[in-house]
């Protein structure tokens, strides 16, 4: 049993990087998904909010490991053998945009009827009336559940050390693996987890404490 | 000349419910038309199907000249021509006056941002709000943010003008000076088809009132019939108030 070196810290360092490079992969892929499927669940035409309501439904209902399970070993049998950083973030992009395109679902809706009908009626196309009246105050909303919800994707991101992917909690047991002192080793593995999400929740509790008090429109 | 405005025989339902039950009328160029009622007897239905915020289920609905009802219609088309205020003003909360005021211009008729910030002074200044022009709607009275809400409107040049309840949300001592823009516009020429509560608006601005019971136009005429009901409906609810 050798001891905890800095060396080892270092190599957490490191994942703790990619973990971060995982997290915003998939968060910014999630968001960008999310917002079609956004789009798809409050669009015009039924079948269209259907199928993306079913879409959310089962991702919801599915666990993050399967998903990634079924992208990493199923697609291999297809002939599409990802890299583990790939199939994770591909994996942690279906469970954003399932989570955050309803998230986000819900954030739209709670802007006024009356506010797409002032803007319909000054001409505006269905389009302009979403980038320029809707999204603006529904993105205020948004934005606290968002940035707390980034907090669960981060965290998420240790899935990915299941298929190889050496973020933070690979690295860990790796480390630990030859050291067996998960008490210590993992307790630091923790400890840098609650460093990047701690802040994340502070910020998310803040902007929802800054909008709850701010400025509120009229009904 | 052919009416601005004018139903033929409307029915509106929602779902099994009959809100408007053949309503017939018309609003001829440069006319004041209110239309009284009590409430939930269809008056806002009417003038949302005049601009098609609602779809009818039979009869024949035109402004100026276009077929509001031909599934068809350009709808962005028929909006150039009505503009509509309402009782909750719906101001864009996260816009400035100005931007309230200039963003239809920009976004429908590509004016420029100099030449929209011009139309948006000019038009608060016939609603006496010139020196509100930056300020956010939540930083005005109700008074004012309607008026900016008639501003905004008036920006596009609409033809038509519809106004639901204008002045229902509004303390009583602020209903004065939203009326009285659109007297000025009533004056200035202005097509407007007005729902309203305010009688002594209606009698001394309107050219004609329409009275609208249970989804029916019961009673029709100039200012006047305000002071010699024929219907004993009329009667009672000018009795009543609403
Ligand atoms: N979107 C709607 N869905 C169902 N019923 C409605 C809807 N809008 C209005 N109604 C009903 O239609 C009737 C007429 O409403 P409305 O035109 O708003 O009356 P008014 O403006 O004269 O008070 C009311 O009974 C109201 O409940
Ligand atoms: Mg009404």
């Known amino acids: ?219 | 000349m052919a009416a601005a405005v004018s139903l033929r025989d409307v029915h509106k339902r929602f779902g099994e419910v009959e809100v408007l039950k053949g309503v017939s009328f018309e609003v001829a160029p440069g006319e004041v038309v209110a239309i009284i009622g009590r409430s939930g007897s269809g008056k806002s239905t009417a003038l949302r199907c005049v601009n098609r915020l609602e779809t009818i289920q039979s009869g024949e609905i035109e402004l100026c000249g276009r077929r509001v009802d031909d599934p068809a219609l350009d709808l962005r088309a028929l909006r150039r021509d009505v503009g509509m205020v309402f009782q909750s003003y719906n101001l864009f909360p996260h816009l400035t006056v100005a931007e309230n005021i200039t963003l239809a211009p920009r976004r429908v008729r590509r004016t420029p941002p100099a030449e929209a910030r011009r139309i948006a002074e000019e038009v608060l200044t016939r609603v006496g709000l010139s020196d509100k022009i930056d300020a956010y709607p939540e930083q005005l009275s109700g008074g004012q943010q309607q008026r900016v809400a008639i501003a905004r409107s008036l920006a596009m040049e609409p033809k038509v003008m519809l106004f639901d309840e204008v002045t229902s949300a509004l303390d009583p001592h602020l209903t004065g000076e939203v009326l009285k823009v659109m007297e000025t516009l009533a004056k200035g020429g202005m097509t407007m088809l007005v729902v309203t509560h305010e009688m002594a608006f209606a009698r001394r601005v309107a050219d004609r009132v329409i009275f609208m019971h249970t989804g029916k136009v019961w009673e029709t005429g100039p200012g006047s019939m305000l002071a010699d009901p024929q219907t004993p409906e009329l009667k009672e609810f000018l009795a009543n108030g609403l």
């Not at chain 1, 499927?37 to 919801?60: E, I």
């Open chain 1, 1 to 219: 049993m050798g001891g905890f070196t800095l060396t080892h810290f270092l190599y957490l360092l490191q994942a703790t990087g990619w973990t971060v490079v995982l997290t915003l992969l998939a968060f910014v892929l999630g968001c960008l998904a999310g917002f079609l499927v956004m789009l798809a669940r409050t669009a015009q035409v039924r079948w269209v909010r259907g199928l993306s309501g079913l879409y959310v439904d089962v991702v919801q209902g599915t666990p993050l490991l399967i998903v990634l399970f079924l992208i990493y070993f199923g697609l291999a049998l297809f002939g599409f053998e990802l890299p583990a950083i790939v199939a994770a973030a591909l994996s942690l992009m279906i469970y954003c945009s399932a989570f955050l395109g309803e998230i986000w679902r819900g954030c739209v809706q709670s802007v006024p009827r009356t506010q797409t009908e002032a803007s319909e009626c000054l001409g505006l196309s269905r389009w302009q009336t979403l980038r320029d009246v809707v999204l603006p105050q529904a993105m205020r909303i948004a934005t606290p559940p968002t940035v707390g919800f980034l907090v669960q994707v981060l965290k998420n991101t240790s899935l990915a050390s299941v298929v190889g992917f050496v973020e933070l909690t690979r690295a860990s047991q790796v480390i630990n693996n030859s050291l067996f002192q998960p008490f210590l080793v993992f307790g630091i593995a923790g400890l840098l987890y609650f460093a990047l999400c701690y802040p994340l929740s502070r910020l998310s509790r803040a902007l929802e404490r800054k909008l709850n008090g701010g400025r509120r429109q009229p009904a």
